[in-house]
Nanobody
Framework: QVQLVESGGGLVQAGGSLRLSCAAS????????IAWFRRAPGKEREFVAT????????YYADSVKGRFAISRDNAKSTVYLQMNSLKPEDTAVYYC????????????????WGQGTQVTVSS
């Protein structure tokens, strides 16, 4: 079992920045690939970014590429999502998710989820 807790959300103006954190507890953190997803009002949950267990591999959705950066500190069992140049369309609840296996970046392929943190970007 892995427990995930997100933090760092809030209200920011367009063009601003936020850093989200995903703190994990439970099993050996380095064994898990971690992803960020988001759900905007009235929309499906969508993939944002992912990082491999050792941090050597990352992948981003086209909508955030060049603006967001995912990283991890395995000593702290924490994954970060640095979000820059935020846009109103980035407004959503952001979730981190964990899995050990490799597979598509779709929500039902992930085994553990946090409760989410709200990000609101005003225009």
């Amino acid at each position: 079992q892995v427990q995930l807790v997100e933090s760092g959300g809030g209200l920011v103006q367009a063009g601003g920045s936020l850093r989200l954190s995903c703190a994990a507890s439970g099993r050996t953190f380095i064994n898990y690939n971690i992803a960020w997803f988001r759900r905007a009002p009235g929309k499906e949950r969508e993939f944002v970014a992912t990082i491999s267990g050792n941090g050597g591999s990352t992948y981003y959705a086209d909508s955030v590429k060049g603006r967001f950066a995912i990283s991890r500190d395995n000593a702290k069992s924490t994954v970060y999502l640095q979000m820059n140049s935020l846009k109103p369309e980035d407004t959503a609840v952001y979730y981190c998710a964990a899995r050990r296996r490799i597979g598509p970046y779709q929500p039902h392929y992930y085994d553990y989820w946090g409760q989410g943190t709200q990000v609101t970007v005003s225009s």
